[in-house]
């Protein structure tokens, strides 16, 4: 089985930073995609960042220019570095990653999430 831990959110000032961290842990022999969601209160999941296994990154339009996954993330850790935040990225961030398991097994496995309040 494949768990994901994530940290780093918390409150923050309008034009502030965060870094959320993903740690994934588990029989994982790759890793296909790391991604970060996001869901506001009264909204659908949405995607806001990811990251494939070869390093193209995809952002949604809101955050391009502001959130950055870097490309150098550790084995099986995830980072979204938020900068320039403004009270509208307050959500609930949650971590997904898809890869395959040592079993062969393919999986797809989401974190807890984490807080992000922005105050204006």
């Known amino acids: 089985q494949v768990q994901l831990v994530e940290s780093g959110g918390g409150l923050v000032q309008a034009g502030g930073s965060l870094t959320l961290s993903c740690v994934a842990s588990?029989?994982?022999?790759?890793?296909?995609?790391r991604s970060w969601y996001r869901q506001a209160p009264g909204k659908q999941r949405q995607l806001v960042a990811s990251?494939?296994?070869?390093?193209?990154?995809d952002y949604t339009d809101s955050v391009k220019g502001r959130f950055t996954i870097p490309r150098d993330n550790a084995e099986n850790t995830v980072y979204l570095r938020m900068d320039s935040l403004e009270p509208e990225d307050t959500a609930v961030y949650y971590c997904?990653?898809?890869?395959?398991?040592?079993?062969?097994?393919?999986?797809?496995?989401w974190g807890q999430g984490t807080q992000v309040t922005v105050s204006s």
């Open positions: 588990g029989s994982i022999f790759s890793i296909n995609a």
């Open positions: 997904n990653v898809v890869g395959k398991k040592y079993s062969g097994a393919y999986f797809d496995a």
């Open positions: 990251i494939s296994s070869g390093g193209t990154t």
